[in-house]
């Protein structure tokens, strides 16, 4: 039982790693797409723009592929590992 349990023990690490990675980028991208409002306010459009594609690219690399392309896959093979 231990053993099967360790064998799990990687699978359950770079699940971890994935879901905080995505949460830590949404975090940002939200962080950003705020900044970029704000910058937008003070009249800097270009600056604003660059900080809007910067908060998107964010939000793309952190929820879809670091969540969902990533971390759900992995999660549900954890999952199926762990029922059987």
Request: a negative charge; aromatic letters at 12%.
């Amino acid at each position: 039982m231990l053993e099967s349990l360790l064998e799990l023990l990687p699978e359950f690490f770079s699940v971890l790693f994935f879901a905080s990675g995505a949460a830590a980028l949404s975090t940002l991208g939200v962080y950003i797409e705020r900044l970029a409002l704000e910058t937008m306010a003070t009249g800097d459009t270009v600056l604003a723009l660059w900080l809007a594609v910067i908060g998107l690219m964010a939000f793309y690399f952190g929820p879809y592929l670091m969540g969902l392309t990533e971390a759900l896959p992995r999660g549900k093979r954890l999952l199926a590992r762990l029922a059987e």
